[in-house]
């Protein structure tokens, strides 16, 4: 199914916060859930849709993004993000997994790790731990460069979601060989209307050769930055990517160029 707003798939409006957008993908996901539409491609068409729309809304940065693509590309806003954004990318850190187990308990349903594995295949892998008191699960997308994008849904013996010794233990297992991504410094020049106004500015980050939509606030000041949280260098194993630092400089008029030019050549002269 081709994706066309991600909002209108959900059926949410643009201003809608968190918990209306989970809400709204609850409710489609009970609606759209493949153990209530067998035989029925269309269903697991739109139900693959609603988990995209999700993924991406429930994530500030990428919604960040999303939303700076609609203000510059209007209804192409949805295809340019896939462009730029690969599954892996999408999926990335959604909790996604937690809601379809949420359903199996209270439906009856089946649990993500078959549904997923029914949708995408062999590129849902899911993990298991077990501890004396507790057992835990989750799921993860496993990128093509070998890279493990996990998504953690995890539940302990009683079925409810871990507390905060569990969910501790959990952490220490999975960040173990793991390494934090390095930050990432660069240095955008935009026009003066720009900085006063606010808006999108198309940037290519080059350490991902990908292009980024960055939403420039309104009043930034030239030397002030910018940050892009997990725009940085990638991390190993669990660890979290590193920042995105975007330092700002004004576009200098042809006036102010030449009067820096005039300066540079006079200062040049005094040092003979």
Do not use: C
């Not at 409006?13 to 989970?22: E, L, N, Q, V, Y």
């Not at 849902?124 to 699960?137: A, D, I, L, Y």
């Not at 060989?177 to 980050?205: C, N, Q």
């Amino acid at each position: 199914m081709e994706q066309t707003d991600y909002y209108a798939t959900l059926d949410v409006s643009k201003d809608a916060d968190a918990t209306t957008i989970r809400d709204a993908y609850r409710k489609l996901a009970l609606i759209h859930h493949p153990d209530r539409n067998r035989n029925n491609p269309e269903a697991a068409e739109k139900m693959k849709a609603v988990n995209e729309a999700y993924a991406v809304l429930s994530d500030p940065d990428k919604r960040r993004n999303y939303d700076a693509m609609k203000n510059s590309f209007g209804a192409g806003a949805t295809h340019r993000f896939r462009q730029d954004y690969t599954d892996q990318d999408i999926f990335k850190g959604t909790d996604i997994h937690a809601i379809f187990e949420e359903l199996a308990k209270d439906f009856g349903f089946r649990g993500g790790d078959a549904i997923f594995k029914e949708f995408y295949g062999s590129g849902w892998k899911s993990f298991h731990v077990s501890r004396p008191g507790f057992f835990m699960k989750g799921s993860f997308f496993r990128s093509s460069g070998g890279g493990d994008r996990r998504s953690v849904g995890d539940q302990g013996a009683g079925g409810g979601f871990l507390g905060g010794q569990a969910a501790s233990l959990l952490g220490s297992l999975l960040s173990k060989g793991a390494k934090k991504g390095g930050d990432v410094m660069d240095t955008i020049t935009i026009e003066k209307s720009l900085a006063a106004s606010g808006g999108p500015f198309a940037y290519f980050h080059k350490a991902r050769g990908k292009k980024l939509v960055v939403k420039i606030p309104p009043g930034v000041r030239e030397g002030q930055r910018i940050r892009l949280t997990g725009m940085g260098k990638e991390g190993k194993g669990s660890g979290g990517s590193g920042n995105l630092y975007l330092k700002v400089t004004y576009k200098k008029s042809l006036w102010e160029r030449l009067v820096n030019l005039v300066g540079s050549v006079g200062r040049f002269g005094n040092d003979k």
